[in-house]
């Protein structure tokens, strides 16, 4: 049986394909963009979602510009609007921000003629490296998971999140893969569900043993002893470890410290943002009220009625007890063991 889910992007010279993750689990279909404008679209409205799937996107997306003038080839000038306009796309994960950096270094260093394969070829080699990434997470996070029988997860970052295995559920796909079978329980993960539509999807696909839960049945379990350990992914982790992830990530985080249960965090080296220190710097997104008030159609909460929706909180540094990364692991992070981490890199 398959230990990831069906590859979540593909790209052809004029056309970006993407899993509609906005119709999983019911429906497996892909989306496809042929411009900026639908790339941007796709990001916005999550039907690609995921830290390293939103940078992977976006460097494909660059690709998809078109010129003003009909029959033109794109000009620098174009490609650079069009990575201007997909960094406001979304404003947390730091992954987007990263990749199409590398987009605009190709794009001020490459002559016109060359401009487009190069950045193709730059986009596929985005891609590439986050297969590697992936799987490189899961040899590192499978040691500190193979001594337990049952983890929670929180939101989605698996091979929907990523490229194929994803970030926090690679290390589980590695040990499946290997002959060792955990358990894991999945936070439902209001408002958007991620973690019931797409974690338990993709885990079941891959013959994995999943178990959804609502958000508020976590620290219950904890108690009762059902869960050996918690691992999720991140959208941005700031040089002193402090790590953006979806909405009730920090719940979890204080849940899993007060029953001593270790709390690990999977991010690739792209995922720290080295410029910010604190998590009360990162931009935390404010989404639509109706993915609270009115989710799948049906209103639940009166108009009269104020509504909160931040995609993200931000868990400190010291609630987490390592991440987990494609360099290797870092217990206890700081600011100096991260340095010392991406040090030892070099």
Same mark, same amino acid.
């Given at each position: /049986?398959?230990?990831?889910? =069906?590859?979540? $992007? ?5 056309? +970006?394909?993407?899993?509609?993750q906005t119709k999983l689990p019911t429906q497996l279909t892909y989306l496809v963009c ?45 490609? !650079? ?19 199409? &950096?590398?987009?605009?270094?190709? @794009?001020?260093?490459? %002559? &016109?003629?060359? !401009? +487009? ?19 490189? $997470? ?25 490229? /194929?295995?994803?970030?926090? +559920? ?13 358990? @894991?329980?999945?936070?439902?993960t209001r408002p958007l569900l991620q973690g019931g539509r797409l974690t338990a999807w ?5 013959? @994995? ?20 350990? *918690?691992?999720?992914?991140? %959208? ?31 991010? =690739? ?20 009220? %109706?993915? *609270?008030?009115? =989710? ?16 993200? &909180? ?5 609630? @987490? ?9 870092i217990e206890s992070p700081t600011q100096q063991t991260i340095e010392s981490h991406f040090?030892?890199?070099?």
């Amino acid at each position: /049986m398959a230990t990831h889910a =069906p590859e979540t $992007i593909r790209f052809t010279t004029d056309q +970006l394909e993407l899993i509609d993750q906005t119709k999983l689990p019911t429906q497996l279909t892909y989306l496809v963009c042929e411009t900026v404008e639908q790339t941007h679209s796709a990001i916005r409205r999550l039907v690609v979602r995921g830290a390293p799937a939103i940078g992977i996107a976006a460097a494909y997306g660059v690709c998809l510009a078109k010129s003003n003038k009909h029959g033109v080839p794109p000009t620098k000038k174009d490609y !650079l609007n069009a990575i201007e306009y997909l960094a406001t796309s979304r404003p947390t994960a730091v992954n987007l921000f990263w990749a199409l &950096d590398r987009m605009a270094e190709v @794009v001020e260093s490459t %002559d &016109d003629s060359q !401009l +487009l394969t190069a950045l193709i070829t730059q986009a596929r080699k985005i891609h590439d490296e986050d297969r590697v990434m992936c799987r490189a $997470i899961g040899r590192n996070g499978a040691s500190l998971l193979s001594g337990v029988d049952t983890v929670l997860t929180h939101c989605n970052a698996g091979g929907l999140a990523t490229s /194929m295995w994803g970030t926090a +559920l690679a290390p589980i796909y590695h040990l499946h893969q290997t002959g060792k079978r955990i358990k @894991v329980f999945a936070d439902e993960t209001r408002p958007l569900l991620q973690g019931g539509r797409l974690t338990a999807w993709e885990l079941s696909q891959a013959g @994995v043993d999943v178990t959804v839960i609502t958000d508020s049945m976590a620290g219950a379990l904890m108690h009762q002893g059902r869960i050996g350990a *918690v691992i999720v992914g991140a %959208d941005r982790i700031t040089a002193a470890g402090d790590v953006a992830n979806k909405i009730g990530t920090y719940s979890v985080a204080v849940l899993a410290k007060h029953h001593r249960l270790p709390f690990y965090v999977a991010a =690739p080296s792209n995922t720290f943002d080295m410029e910010l220190v604190s998590g009360d710097e990162i931009p935390i997104e404010q989404r639509d009220r %109706d993915e *609270v008030a009115c =989710p799948h159609g049906t209103r639940i909460v009166p108009d009269e009625a104020n509504v909160l929706n931040p995609a993200f &909180d931000v868990t400190p540094a010291e609630l @987490v007890t390592a991440i987990i990364t494609e360099v290797g692991v870092i217990e206890s992070p700081t600011q100096q063991t991260i340095e010392s981490h991406f040090a030892d890199r070099t």
